[in-house]
């Protein structure tokens, strides 16, 4: 199916250096998102496009050409190359957690105090994947959602915790051991502060 087609696999990993815990995870590269955004990228130059075809300049030629579609294109543009390049980062030092991508364009760290975070979960422990009693439409319904999500956000979720009111989700695509992998080791060090 054309919507299962990866090129390559994300790469976690995770180490500690001085006290502080790193974890790190590539986005995963597929194939239909990969050509979805790719194309609405181009969008960013349809104005042009259109001033060749058209060859005048109007209202609706501006407004759609030069405001409307890029847009669309450069929201394409930063989901593709996190596609292609993105790297999302997790840091826990003494007093705080950070999360960072890089790979694409506005994005920013996000800051955690320690203290505020609580309850972290692997994704299938969250509500959000436990509301039908039906085994089978629970895994069509949450691969679906999981898509979407992948389609929308750069993160899909594979790791969760509550900060203050919010749900917080880290990581894309992890299989069952990376994800208790990940877990275990923020628990260790977002409780002990003096961790090694």
Same mark, same amino acid.
């Given at each position: ?29 597929s194939?239909?998102?990969l050509?979805?955004f790719?194309?609405m990228?181009i ?25 409307i579609?890029p ?5 394409? =543009?930063r +989901?593709?190359?996190?596609? #292609?390049?993105?790297? @999302?980062?997790? !840091?826990?030092? /003494?007093? *705080? ?19 505020e ?7 299938f ?7 039908t ?12 959602k999981?898509?979407?999500?992948g ?5 899909i979720?594979e ?14 695509w =992890?299989n +069952?051991?990376?994800?208790q #992998?990940?877990?275990? @080791?923020?628990? !260790?060090?977002? /409780?002990? *502060?003096?961790?090694?």
């Amino acid at each position: 199916m054309l919507l299962d087609i990866t090129i390559g696999k994300p790469k976690f990993k995770y180490y500690s250096e001085n006290r502080v815990f790193y974890a790190e995870n590539n986005s995963r590269k597929s194939l239909f998102p990969l050509l979805f955004f790719g194309m609405m990228s181009i969008l960013i130059f349809s104005g042009f496009i259109f001033l060749i075809k058209e060859k005048e300049f109007n209202l609706e030629l501006f407004l759609i050409g030069f405001i409307i579609h890029p847009i669309f294109g450069i929201i394409g =543009l930063r +989901k593709f190359l996190w596609l #292609i390049r993105g790297k @999302e980062i997790i !840091k826990i030092d /003494e007093e *705080k957690m950070t999360i960072s991508k890089s790979g694409t364009f506005w994005t920013k760290d996000k800051i955690f105090k320690k203290s505020e975070i609580k309850n972290i979960r692997d994704k299938f422990q969250d509500d959000d994947y436990n509301k039908t009693p039906f085994e089978f439409f629970n895994e069509y319904r949450n691969s679906i959602k999981e898509y979407n999500r992948g389609m929308i956000y750069l993160t899909i979720g594979e790791v969760l915790f509550d900060y203050k009111y919010s749900k917080v989700r880290v990581f894309n695509w =992890l299989n +069952k051991n990376e994800r208790q #992998i990940l877990i275990v @080791e923020m628990k !260790k060090y977002l /409780e002990n *502060k003096n961790s090694h």
